[in-house]
């Protein structure tokens, strides 16, 4: 378990869902940089920059949440 976690605060997303709101790209960015290690990715790039957020997965092609395959 991380040093600083506290399974007494919700994310902002779970708040967002309690809430019957929308979570947005910026909360999913956000809880991606901030929970999620990329193997085999170089994570520089990422903390300047937005992180690709997966939506879709046809065959061998995936689709960001801009569309973009």
Not at 26 to 54: R, V, W, Y
């Amino acid at each position: 378990m991380a040093a600083n976690a506290n399974a007494k605060r919700a994310t902002p997303m779970l708040d967002a869902r309690k809430q019957g709101q929308p979570v947005t790209q910026d909360m999913l960015e956000a809880g991606a940089k901030d929970n999620m290690f990329l193997h085999f990715t170089q994570h520089q790039p990422f903390q300047k920059s937005p992180i690709p957020i997966i939506v879709k997965a046809e065959g061998h092609y995936f689709w960001d949440i801009n569309g973009k395959r």
